[in-house]
T-cell receptor, first 115, second 114 residues
Framework: EAGVAQSPRYKIIEKRQSVAFWCNPISGHATLYWYQQILGQGPKLLIQFQNNGVVDDSQLPKDRFSAERLKGVDSTLKIQPAKLEDSAVYLC?????????????FGSGTRLTVV | AQSVTQLDSQVPVFEEAPVELRCNYSSSVSVYLFWYVQYPNQGLQLLLKYLSGSTLVKGINGFEAEFNKSQTSFHLRKPSVHISDTAEYFCAVSDPQGAQKLVFGQGTRLTINP
């Protein structure tokens, strides 16, 4: 089966600009996650979707970050305006439900550099 | 709230030597436990997971981990490492009854020297 697709792979922007990332999960996976991985740290959950509804966005900086999952399939994560501290790898993951049984599948990530 | 502590940020070992990467977790409820590996410029790949049952879990690439509830640990081991095992390793915990998000540790960078 195809994996989790993310684009772009790399992005360099200036601070205060906006940027968007795209994720296409594995077909049929109801749950989609966005994680932020800052260099030297473990991934941190930003937002979790179940179909097209938000389950957990408690760690999403809502003044600048937004995410949507239209029709319960693809998802986009947007940052506007970007800050230097947003430089990180943004990982998308999907699961068919139940981390224990099915586990997660991660995409290769988008590496964002804010200058 | 759940948390994970990986006790070593870097572990250098020689090729064909054994290795142990340490992970401790904190949780007030039962947990699922995971180890992921991340090769340079790639996403996270599942090595193994503990859900229930036998406390010794075997994974891919010759890795295994042992769940110790009394010590709240889930250490990763491999009896003989290869150069190709050079990567970042992440321990993670999930609450089976909750939203089932993964909470990750800070990671351990495993470097294999020839």
């Amino acid at each position: 089966e195809a994996g989790v697709a993310q684009s772009p792979r790399y992005k360099i922007i200036e601070k205060r600009q906006s940027v968007a990332f795209w994720c296409n999960p594995i077909s049929g996976h109801a749950t989609l996650y966005w994680y932020q991985q800052i260099l030297g740290q473990g991934p941190k959950l930003l937002i979790q979707f179940q179909n097209n509804g938000v389950v957990d966005d408690s760690q999403l900086p809502k003044d600048r970050f937004s995410a949507e999952r239209l029709k319960g399939v693809d998802s986009t994560l947007k940052i506007q305006p970007a800050k230097l501290e947003d430089s990180a790898v943004y990982l998308c993951a999907s699961s068919s439900g139940g981390t224990g049984l099915q586990g997660y599948t991660f995409g290769s990530g988008t590496r964002l550099t804010v200058v | 709230a759940q948390s994970v502590t990986q006790l070593d940020s870097q572990v250098p070992v020689f090729e064909e030597a054994p290795v142990e990467l340490r992970c401790n977790y904190s949780s007030s409820v039962s947990v699922y436990l995971f180890w992921y590996v991340q090769y340079p410029n790639q996403g996270l790949q599942l090595l193994l997971k503990y859900l229930s049952g036998s406390t010794l879990v075997k994974g891919i690439n010759g890795f295994e981990a042992e769940f110790n509830k009394s010590q709240t640990s889930f250490h990763l081991r491999k009896p003989s490492v290869h150069i190709s095992d050079t990567a970042e390793y992440f321990c993670a915990v999930s609450d089976p009854q909750g939203a089932q998000k993964l909470v990750f540790g800070q990671g351990t960078r495993l470097t294999i020297n020839p």
